[in-house]
């Protein structure tokens, strides 16, 4: 199971108690100081890294996420301005703007999916180097990077 790290999500967004869902909030919470704190954009990390292994992957409820996205990031991602949401940035993320579904490659691809995913499973693969998103209801590919 991923929990998410509250130390770096943005002052915007609120965590659950449990640390498995987040909300964008109306207004910005006063949060201490932390350069681990996403401060430009409406991001969260997974408190969970991983370093090598087996295959991982976890599933992730999007069904109240017109606007969202979803992936994989190195370790120390950009937090401090706009971070650029890219394999060369260190972030392999699917998104889904409105009605729109897109991989963030740059550019970002568009993905003609047949439904808008209300549960996406991402599957990180160290072996194979590969981050993979599947719906994971309709079991159907979203994107490979």
């Known amino acids: 199971d991923v929990t998410l790290d509250p130390d770096t999500a943005h002052p915007r967004l609120s965590l659950s108690l449990d640390r498995r869902s987040v909300k964008l909030g109306e207004r910005r919470q006063e949060l201490p100081e932390n350069p681990k ?9 997974g408190s969970q890294g991983f370093s ?6 976890w599933d992730v409820d999007v069904a109240q996420g017109l606007y969202c996205a979803v992936g994989v990031s190195r370790e120390s991602p950009a937090r401090k301005s706009g971070a650029g949401f890219s394999p060369a940035e260190g972030i392999w993320a699917v998104q889904q703007w409105g009605f729109q579904n897109r991989a963030l490659t740059e550019p970002p691809t568009l993905l003609a999916l047949p439904r808008v995913p209300r549960r996406i499973r991402v599957s990180l693969d160290y072996e194979w180097g590969e981050v993979a998103f599947w719906d994971a209801e309709s079991r159907d590919p979203i994107f490979t990077f």
Do not use: T
């Open 52 to 57: 090598g292994g087996p295959r991982h992957y």
């Open 37 to 45: 704190r996403f401060d430009s954009d409406y991001c969260v990390l």
